[in-house]
């Protein structure tokens, strides 16, 4: 337990290292593009004076050295401060602490169903290799994995929403609704339902193909034929050394992808005008809004770093030679 | 099916006395159309009695394994599948009953230890619980009394600290321990029938020897019956009752141990007989002539193992103070177990590794004190033959090009070199036109000619082989000493023979140099290692050669082959 604390702490130490150097290139990145907020907002305001440009930058201290502005900038950060959207007039933390809880409702529901869906599509597929169940879950996966993922999600809204009526097409709630307690959790639960599957759909098709090439990678081990002269059951030789075994490559690739699903959602929240966070950043970019564009940059590392974590520990919980090895 | 006493081993369950525990009869195992024979096993007929061992003896492809593998229901479903005949457990038909029934024999009363410790243990599963799934499987026993079983199981099997081991995971655990552990779980249940498929091919000498004893003392207080395959006639001597040979899926030769081993009659277990590597005798010491083709002087070489941001590498010792001299002309031999820095030592010498310190001296120049630039020209000069055929040769390249491409890279015509290339495969015994062929076309033997044809293509002056015929059948491997020998003579090269085997050393080497943890602990000319050994190391390698006690029939012996390149 003694090397677990250990591990842990080291690669917290670790996570802060690499968060401080994706702050400091966030902020580089962000500068490197062209124009800035101050010419957007003058020119949605319809003055393209010279002067009132000027004026804007002073006030927002864009006209600052950059490195003075990178300073300010980290230091803030260090505070917890995230800054002050102008073209929103409200706190950068504000804004995300409102857009975050929709994202995560979406993409962790469907992570977990992806993964748990494509596990075990995976193993029935492996299990029954070469019959027509193999070859439907493989049609499937591979139909799922190759469509494009806002055509299935404009179909499943046409069908179930348009044609059939049984769920809402967008949005995170029926607006104006104003229900409370357990009939909101309802209605978000129903509006959830497509964008999840959708979501799903895609990343479930790659788990289950990973799992089924890792169990019958597994399966031909030797370990395996012990188990066998064992006179194990089949079930049982199954779930306890082979997919034990196989698990280990989905869970290093559910590891990177969890990391990822913050950000990722961009086009489904789009297709059905989710209010998360990749909706928020597309906007950002359109309104150069720098700071809640670099808000969102760094509350997606810090996920992408907190999975990496979280995927360590459980790779050293699954795989006794990983905590050895360190 | 379970017995009702538990734990404590009792008198073998015979029936019947007139019934053998296993009768195997006409039994024919069917390949997949498309294979390289229809007929993997065909029509085998053999007894085995309890109390008894059978050694089942035969190179790849002989189909001893397979025919293992049918009894414990192991083939690979669907492709392989018996074709006829019967295995009677106790006259009763293990291939007519229903698969429940199989599975109660299995691991219950018929048990099985396979070849390699490292890979037939399921790494994520402590080693206790393992051996626990065989008694959960076949015994009523209670989560606490099969805790306390596996903890006496692993005792009995010779393993230290039993209780504490049962919680370790098998990457914790030695090759030995490991397979100590395999047979503690083939015991688990008291099987009648104890399968062994070549339990210590892939071990030590002296763990083999260990290992071996284990066996055989519990094979004799159980009174089981086993039945033990493998391909070495050395383990045959030293632990057999009786001898099946196969060649081919066919049984050629059965009967009792000393017939077999000192009467053979049977031309194929013959030549497997006399393929059997031996100490000459009359072996001559080498002539050392003139200066010193290589001297290796205190070379020392320790790797970093771990290690990383935070974290602080393991020191670990391959080569410490590793001297060594090599006449022009010489075979050396490089004799350790696995992890004593043979390889290493090999590596250091061909360049492959860069040693810490010391100095390794190639026709009186410091190869370690040359940058890439300048160690160049001695690539040419120092070549070295791979251990795996199978590995060692790039797939996708044709073997004219692959014995080609060294000296090409040395600015040779391409046209000479493929030329030369097709000499070189004549020289090594096989057709020219192999050289428009792929490496997956040719058999291990074949293979590791190319691998020596690619290294002679170089014209070097000195060889390093490391372990050129471990990978390979008996047969074959006689054959592949016996080029090198050849090819040694006739080119005048020297040789470093890297290798663990001490009987193939004794057969080909002028010098032995025996390691150990790094160090090398004797070093003498082979007359001298082999009958008088100076070291208790070597002593005891030399008491771990299996069958020491059996003398090769006279008229099986091999020539003795001269040594000394004159």
């Known amino acids: 337990m003694l090397g677990f604390a250990h591990l842990f702490a080291s690669r917290l130490v670790k996570a802060l290292a690499i968060l401080i150097a994706i702050v400091v290139m966030n902020f580089f990145l962000v500068h490197a593009a062209p124009g800035d907020p101050a010419m957007v907002m003058a020119g949605e305001a319809g003055a393209a004076d010279e002067k009132f440009v000027e004026q804007l930058r002073q006030q927002f201290g864009l006209d600052r050295p950059l490195h003075e502005q990178l300073a300010t900038y980290v230091g803030k950060i260090a505070q917890g401060d995230l800054g002050f959207s102008y073209r929103q007039q409200r706190p950068v933390w504000d804004i995300l602490a409102e857009r975050l809880p929709a994202t995560l409702i979406l993409t962790l529901t469907a992570f977990l169903l992806a993964l748990a869906a494509g596990v075990a599509l995976g193993t029935l597929a492996a299990i029954t290799v070469g019959t027509w169940a193999d070859s439907a879950i493989t049609v499937v996966a591979l139909l799922a994995y190759a469509t494009p993922i806002y055509w299935i999600g404009l179909m499943m809204s046409l069908l179930f929403s348009i044609q059939l009526g049984w769920l809402p097409a967008f949005g995170y709630e029926t607006i104006g609704a104003g229900y409370t307690g357990l009939a909101h959790a309802a209605d978000v639960a129903a509006h959830l339902i497509l964008p999840v599957i959708t979501l799903a759909l895609f990343y479930m098709a790659g788990y289950a193909r990973l799992t089924r090439a890792s169990m019958l990678e597994v399966r031909g081990q030797d370990f395996v034929k012990t188990a066998k002269a064992k006179g194990l059951s089949q079930s049982h030789i199954v779930t306890r050394h082979v997919l034990r075994n196989a698990i280990l490559p989905v869970i290093t690739v559910a590891g990177i992808q969890a990391g990822q699903l913050v950000g990722g959602s961009i086009l489904i929240e789009t297709v059905f005008a989710w209010p998360g966070i990749g909706r928020l950043a597309f906007e950002a970019v359109l309104q150069r809004d720098y700071q809640v564009l670099l808000g969102i940059f760094l509350v997606t590392s810090v996920m992408v770093i907190l999975f990496n974590i979280l995927t360590d520990i459980l790779y050293g919980l699954v795989d006794p030679r990983i905590q050895a090895a360190r | ?566």
């Open chain 2, 1 to 566: 099916m379970t017995r009702p006493s538990f734990p404590g081993h009792s008198v073998p369950e015979t029936t019947d006395m007139t019934v053998p525990l296993l009768d195997v009869r006409g039994l024919s195992i069917a390949l997949p159309p498309g294979a390289d024979r229809p007929l993997a096993v065909d029509n085998l007929t053999f007894t085995l009695n309890a109390n008894e061992i059978l050694c089942v003896v035969g190179e790849s492809g002989s189909g001893k394994s397979m025919t293992a593998h049918a009894m414990m229901g192991l083939l690979p479903h669907p492709h392989v599948r018996v074709a006829g005949g019967s295995l009677l457990f106790k006259g009763k038909d293990v291939l007519a009953m229903p698969e429940a029934e199989q599975r109660n024999l299995r691991g219950g009363r018929i048990a099985m230890v396979f070849q390699e410790p490292m890979t037939a243990l399921n790494p994520l599963m402590r080693v206790g619980r393992q051996i626990g799934e065989s008694l959960r499987a076949h015994t009523p026993l209670p989560a606490p009394a099969r805790r306390q079983r596996v903890v006496e199981l692993l005792d009995q099997v010779g393993l230290p600290n039993p209780a504490e081991l049962a919680d370790a995971y098998p990457f914790r655990l030695s090759g030995g321990q490991r397979q100590r552990v395999m047979i503690a779980m083939a015991l688990a249940c008291q099987p009648d029938i104890l399968i062994a498929d070549e339990p210590t091919t892939a071990l030590d000498v002296t763990t083999q020897k260990q290992i071996l004893d284990l066996i055989r003392s519990i094979q004799a207080e159980r009174h089981m019956g086993m039945m033990f395959i493998t391909h070495d006639f050395g383990v045959v001597a030293e632990i057999a009752h009786r001898v099946a040979v196969m060649r081919h899926g066919r049984l050629v030769e059965y009967g009792a141990a000393s017939d077999v081993l000192n009467r053979p009659q049977h031309p194929y277990t013959r030549q497997l007989i006399a393929s059997v590597p031996h100490y000459i005798e009359h072996r001559e010491d080498h002539a050392k002539v003139g200066k010193p083709l290589l001297v290796a002087e205190k070379v020392r070489k320790t790797f970093h193992v771990g290690g990383g941001l935070f974290r602080k590498s393991k020191p670990v010792v391959a080569g410490d103070d590793l001297s060594l001299t090599i006449h022009p002309g010489e075979t050396v031999g490089l004799v350790g177990e696995s992890g004593s820095g043979k390889s290493t030592l090999g590596r250091s010498i061909v360049g492959l590794i860069k040693p810490d310190s010391g100095r390794i001296l190639f026709e009186g120049t410091d190869l370690l004190s040359l940058d890439a630039k300048g160690f160049r020209p001695y690539r040419r000069a120092v070549q070295m033959v791979f251990q795996d055929p199978y590995a060692s040769l790039n797939p996708r390249h044709r073997i004219g090009d692959i014995i080609a491409q060294g000296p090409v890279a040395f600015g040779e015509d391409r046209g000479k070199a493929l030329a030369r290339a097709r000499e070189l495969l004549a020289m090594v015994g096989l057709d020219g036109s192999a050289a428009d062929r792929f490496p997956h076309e040719f058999s291990g033997g074949q293979r590791q000619r190319v691998g020596i044809a690619r290294a002679l293509a170089m014209e070097p002056k000195l060889l390093v082989a490391d372990e050129p015929v471990s990978a390979l059948d008996v047969s074959v491997q006689g054959q592949v000493l016996e080029l090198l020998d050849d090819i040694r003579k006739r080119l005048g090269l020297a040789m470093l023979f890297i290798t663990h085997d001490l009987r193939v050393a004794a057969q080909v080497c002028d010098t032995i140099a025996v390691m150990r943890r790094g160090k090398i602990v004797e070093m003498g000319s082979s007359r001298q290692v082999f009958t008088h050994p100076r070291d208790a190391y070597t002593r005891s390698l030399l008491d771990a050669i299996p069958g020491k006690a059996w003398h090769i029939p006279d008229d099986l012996q091999k020539a003795p082959i001269v040594g000394a390149a004159s």
